[in-house]
């Protein structure tokens, strides 16, 4: 069964950093994209940062452009996002999903992925 767990959410003060983890079970992220979302309280879930299957192609949503990084250890069979330079306004639910079947490109589109894991709580206050 496909499952993803992510991890890594904590407090952290403003201009630090974290780095949130997703482990995936049942599949192998290296043959699949994956994407991280977020969701603040009251706000819909948007797409942060997503990476193809063969590292073709990353993309990231314009509020984490040279913040954020996306990357793959596929013996971990683990996702990461690397967050650095963190700001009150990235305190969120952070998600990481993947789709059904395996595209070539990745999209930061919600309605694109069908798998998704628990969240992890990132709280960004001094």
């Known amino acids: 069964q496909l499952q993803l767990v992510e991890s890594g959410g904590d407090l952290v003060q403003p201009g630090g950093s974290l780095r949130l983890s997703c482990a995936a079970s049942g599949f192998n992220v290296d043959y699949s994209v994956i994407g991280w979302f977020r969701q603040a309280p009251g706000k819909e879930r948007e797409g942060v940062a997503c990476i193809s299957s063969s590292n073709t192609n990353t993309d990231y949503a314009d509020s984490v452009k040279g913040r954020f990084t996306i990357s793959r250890d596929n013996a971990k069979n683990t996702v990461y996002l690397q967050m650095n330079s963190l700001k009150p306004e990235d305190t969120a639910v952070y998600y990481c999903?993947?789709?059904?079947?395996?595209?070539?490109?990745?999209?930061?589109?919600?309605?694109?992925?069908?798998?998704w894991g628990q969240g992890t709580q990132v709280t960004v206050s001094s």
């Open positions: 999903a993947a789709p059904t079947f395996v595209q070539p490109m990745c999209v930061l589109a919600r309605s694109e992925y069908d798998y």
